[in-house]
Nanobody, 123 residues
Framework: QVQMSEFGGVSVRTGQDLTLACRVS????????VAWFRQAAGTEREKVAG????????DYADSVQGRWTIARLNREKTVKLFMRRLKAEDTAMYFC????????????????WGQGTQVTVGS
């Protein structure tokens, strides 16, 4: 079985940086898609960053493009999210997830999920 667990979520102020990490129980080289999602109160879950072993290496939501970086650390069995210049709108529960897709031009199916870690940005 695949188990995923996030940590690193805390309360920060606008403009600060934060790194989230997700520990994965298996070698991630065999997981085509690894990603970070978030869900703010009263909103739909959205993917903020993804990394892939096929096709494009990474992609990001427009709201975080240029500010954040996802890193897949296969040796450490960890995926990280480097969050820079945090905004109040980034406040959400953040989840790591993994799965696969049948082609680089097709959507991923995320089968494995972490429990989530809360990030709160404010003053």
């Amino acid at each position: 079985q695949v188990q995923m667990s996030e940590f690193g979520g805390v309360s920060v102020r606008t403009g600060q940086d934060l790194t989230l990490a997700c520990r994965v129980s298996v070698y991630m080289g065999n997981l085509t898609c690894v990603a970070w999602f978030r869900q703010a109160a009263g909103t739909e879950r959205e993917k903020v960053a993804g990394t892939y072993t096929d096709g494009h290496a990474t992609d990001y939501a427009d709201s975080v493009q240029g500010r954040w970086t996802i890193a897949r650390l296969n040796r450490e069995k960890t995926v990280k999210l480097f969050m820079r210049r945090l905004k109040a709108e980034d406040t959400a529960m953040y989840f790591c997830a993994a799965g696969r897709r049948d082609g680089s031009d097709l959507p991923c199916t995320y089968t494995y999920w972490g429990q989530g870690t809360q990030v709160t940005v404010g003053s």
